[in-house]
């Protein structure tokens, strides 16, 4: 991949208004990379009510951006009641764009939200093929057990801190603001378009 095409890669969280460019990217995965993803194969019809589903309240999504292109998204679920200390993490990257970084950057982000919101332990399950996966979660020291056809890897956080928080808040209000600004510049541009005589 070109140094030009990675540097125009963007991080942000997902909110309920990306819920169609979460749909797409679900629907834009290959069968195997559907596979791997959900550990089954999957129908159209099941990404569509699984991305309907998906951004909820006590979910965290982070997302990797080409343009206006989502390419790559990890999820990190709670497990259990709302005080559990436990959570569980996946992720799914466009084919075209793996191998090139987008994975460890947005498990990185993942691990800094789960240890900013008291989550100790994470889990991660893929199909014990899935070397890609599990090479990822072994630089984060993630260890690994194989279960039937499954490899679950636990990865342990450290205790949230001032700077891990300050850190992630920064991040996301320096996100917002792009998003504010990019949505007044296409509204400004919007406008000046109905507004031009040519328009008319």
Not at 22 to 32: G, I, M, Q, V, Y
Not at 186 to 199: G, H, K, V, W, Y
């Amino acid at each position: 991949m070109p140094r030009a095409e990675l540097d125009q890669i963007t991080y942000r969280k997902l909110h309920m208004g990306d819920h169609d460019l979460f749909e797409a990217h679900l629907l834009a995965l290959d069968p195997e990379s559907r596979r791997t993803r959900f550990g089954m194969a999957t129908t159209d019809a099941f990404l569509v009510q699984y991305a309907a589903r998906c951004i909820t309240l006590n979910a965290i999504i982070h997302g990797a951006f080409h343009g206006k292109t989502l390419i790559g998204v990890a999820e990190l679920r709670p497990i259990g009641d709302l005080f559990t200390e436990e959570a569980e993490l996946a992720f799914s990257v466009a084919s075209n764009w793996r191998n090139c970084g987008i994975g460890t950057n947005l498990f990185g982000r993942m691990l800094r939200s789960a240890r900013n919101r008291g989550f100790g332990r994470l889990y991660m399950t893929c199909l014990k093929n899935n070397a890609p996966m599990r090479t990822l979660a072994r630089k984060f020291t993630a260890e690994i057990s194989l279960e039937f056809d499954e490899s679950v890897a636990l990865v342990s956080t450290p205790r949230r801190s001032i700077i891990s928080v300050l850190r992630e808040a920064i991040e996301d209000a320096t996100e917002l603001t792009t998003q504010a600004l990019d949505w007044q510049r296409r509204t400004f541009a919007r406008r000046s378009l109905e507004q031009s005589p040519l328009s008319r």
